[in-house]
């Protein structure tokens, strides 16, 4: 370039370039939008959208107190809300009340760590077993994970309901959870599992003010083999992971899955890839975390929409289908651990159901704050906060542009437009934070130059 043009080009006296640098395995988090408002608390006579009204939580209370005989419930985690207060009121009337929860192994084991549990809320479970000690027949297991209540299962008119959330303050009035009610041949099956958990499976047991102590081994032939045809679950008749790949071999409508956690080391991994791969369209809602990002990151790369929240615990299926959409909610993740260890249940929802839940859980596509991306340019991405995981998790911001001045700028420092192209770089620790750079600088021409030096 000839020294006329580079001084046209100086003369402008300010450059603007694209930020060219691309990001990997990113959470957009949108706050301009109202998302739990336009979410709301939905519920109708047997489907629940959780929220801060607590709605939900009323209404398994309300079923409690009217309970004549039996209450058993189940829970990862439990703490002082209606449920137990009403659970504590059944057993003063003489209903028998039967717990089954997490070990103290187990939550010690997640204590610190990054899960759906947190440190406050795990010492009040404990504070409060040792309330219903004395009230309720507790046992405990690594592997309790499901969350659902049944009241007198063994009457002609029982009462249930299946949750995502456990049931403690947070869970029932803040994450975006599901509960649905049971239909009596539902709650049959399920009081069935919960009597083998109980019997079979549990590891402690809190019969006393005492602590927790170890179960004895019973007979194994006590109970006969359980058969199972209205739920599905880990290690039961109708399984909970081939129930999920056999649903999604035999349908070919849009996917929309709600998880907390998806693991890449299983099965269902493998045919969610192939399915995207053939062309099939994947909408996934889940919380962003450390553990998700790379499996999440295949998925995109295959094709599938990822959305994200916060608070985000649900867990379920949906599919489009035409002539009859799909729908399933169940209590455990789509990881190794829940497909063959946890005691996790879920169940198929009505035609009725799908109706009312399909177009809510689709409409998280257009207003849930959250998206992922597993590989994007700067530039084209929207401004606002970001969030990512390195060490530790970080919390960043996008903005439109940025200025970086470069001071006085003369012809005898430049000798050609290769010199002054070096002066645009982007500082180091600007490079993440805005989409393009605005570089400004003061241009002293020659003339000016030498009639500074007569002066003096």
């Given at each position: 370039m000839s020294q006329k043009n580079l001084k046209v080009l100086l003369k402008n006296n300010k450059k603007t370039i694209d930020n060219l640098l691309s990001l990997e395995n990113i959470w957009h988090i949108d706050t301009s939008g109202d998302f739990d408002n336009k979410m709301k608390e939905f519920y109708s006579p047997d489907i629940w959208f959780i929220g801060k009204n607590r709605i939900f939580e009323r209404e398994i209370s309300k079923a409690i107190e009217k309970a004549k005989e039996l209450v058993v419930i189940c829970s990862f985690l439990i703490q002082e809300t209606e449920i137990t207060n009403a659970l504590l009121k059944a057993s003063k009337k003489g209903v028998r009340i039967y717990l089954l929860t997490a070990s103290e192994q187990r939550l010690n084991k997640d204590q610190g760590k990054e899960s759906e549990t947190e440190n406050d809320r795990i010492d009040e479970h404990k504070k409060l077993l040792r309330i219903l000690k004395t009230k309720c027949f507790i046992r405990t297991a690594r592997h309790f994970h499901a969350k659902y209540v049944l009241i007198d299962p063994k009457n002609e008119n029982p009462a249930g309901y299946l949750s995502s959330a456990n049931f403690t303050q947070h869970a029932l009035s803040k994450n975006l959870e599901i509960g649905i009610k049971l239909n009596k041949k539902q709650i049959v099956n399920l009081f069935n599992t919960f009597c083998y958990a109980f019997w079979y499976q549990a590891e402690h047991e809190s019969l006393s003010k005492e602590s927790l102590r170890s179960v004895k081994k019973i007979?194994?032939?006590?109970?006969?083999?359980?058969?199972?045809?209205?739920?599905?679950?880990?290690?039961?008749?109708?399984?909970?992971?081939?129930?999920?790949?056999?649903?999604?071999?035999?349908?070919?409508?849009?996917?929309?899955?709600?998880?907390?956690?998806?693991?890449?080391?299983?099965?269902?991994?493998?045919?969610?890839?192939?399915?995207?791969?053939?062309?099939?369209?994947?909408?996934?809602?889940?919380?962003?975390?450390?553990?998700?990002?790379?499996?999440?990151?295949?998925?995109?790369?295959?094709?599938?929409?990822?959305?994200?929240?916060?608070?985000?615990?649900?867990?379920?299926?949906?599919?489009?289908?035409?002539?009859?959409?799909?729908?399933?909610?169940?209590?455990?993740?789509?990881?190794?651990?829940?497909?063959?260890?946890?005691?996790?249940?879920?169940?198929?929802?009505?035609?009725?159901?799908?109706?009312?839940?399909?177009?809510?859980?689709?409409?998280?596509?257009?207003?849930?704050?959250?998206?992922?991306?597993?590989?994007?340019?700067?530039?084209?991405?929207?401004?606002?906060?970001?969030?990512?995981?390195?060490?530790?998790?970080?919390?960043?911001?996008?903005?439109?542009?940025?200025?970086?001045?470069?001071?006085?700028?003369?012809?005898?420092?430049?000798?050609?437009?290769?010199?002054?192209?070096?002066?645009?770089?982007?500082?180091?620790?600007?490079?993440?934070?805005?989409?393009?750079?605005?570089?400004?600088?003061?241009?002293?021409?020659?003339?000016?130059?030498?009639?500074?030096?007569?002066?003096k």
């Amino acid at each position: 370039m000839s020294q006329k043009n580079l001084k046209v080009l100086l003369k402008n006296n300010k450059k603007t370039i694209d930020n060219l640098l691309s990001l990997e395995n990113i959470w957009h988090i949108d706050t301009s939008g109202d998302f739990d408002n336009k979410m709301k608390e939905f519920y109708s006579p047997d489907i629940w959208f959780i929220g801060k009204n607590r709605i939900f939580e009323r209404e398994i209370s309300k079923a409690i107190e009217k309970a004549k005989e039996l209450v058993v419930i189940c829970s990862f985690l439990i703490q002082e809300t209606e449920i137990t207060n009403a659970l504590l009121k059944a057993s003063k009337k003489g209903v028998r009340i039967y717990l089954l929860t997490a070990s103290e192994q187990r939550l010690n084991k997640d204590q610190g760590k990054e899960s759906e549990t947190e440190n406050d809320r795990i010492d009040e479970h404990k504070k409060l077993l040792r309330i219903l000690k004395t009230k309720c027949f507790i046992r405990t297991a690594r592997h309790f994970h499901a969350k659902y209540v049944l009241i007198d299962p063994k009457n002609e008119n029982p009462a249930g309901y299946l949750s995502s959330a456990n049931f403690t303050q947070h869970a029932l009035s803040k994450n975006l959870e599901i509960g649905i009610k049971l239909n009596k041949k539902q709650i049959v099956n399920l009081f069935n599992t919960f009597c083998y958990a109980f019997w079979y499976q549990a590891e402690h047991e809190s019969l006393s003010k005492e602590s927790l102590r170890s179960v004895k081994k019973i007979n194994e032939n006590l109970f006969d083999k359980l058969k199972i045809d209205h739920i599905f679950g880990a290690n039961q008749d109708i399984g909970f992971k081939d129930t999920l790949e056999e649903t999604i071999k035999e349908t070919t409508g849009p996917i929309h899955l709600c998880t907390f956690s998806i693991e890449q080391s299983t099965s269902l991994f493998d045919i969610l890839i192939k399915q995207l791969q053939n062309g099939r369209k994947l909408h996934i809602y889940t919380r962003p975390s450390r553990k998700g990002v790379e499996p999440l990151a295949k998925l995109k790369e295959s094709g599938a929409q990822i959305k994200g929240h916060t608070l985000l615990h649900m867990k379920g299926m949906f599919i489009e289908e035409k002539g009859k959409s799909i729908g399933m909610i169940f209590t455990g993740n789509l990881t190794s651990q829940s497909f063959n260890d946890s005691y996790d249940v879920g169940i198929f929802l009505t035609k009725e159901q799908i109706q009312i839940i399909l177009p809510i859980v689709k409409s998280w596509n257009e207003i849930i704050p959250a998206t992922f991306f597993n590989s994007k340019k700067i530039k084209n991405l929207k401004t606002g906060s970001y969030i990512r995981w390195k060490k530790n998790k970080e919390h960043f911001q996008i903005v439109e542009n940025k200025e970086i001045t470069l001071g006085e700028l003369d012809n005898e420092k430049i000798r050609d437009v290769k010199d002054f192209e070096s002066m645009l770089k982007i500082p180091e620790g600007l490079k993440e934070s805005a989409k393009t750079f605005t570089f400004l600088w003061e241009y002293l021409p020659r003339s000016k130059q030498k009639n500074t030096k007569r002066t003096k």
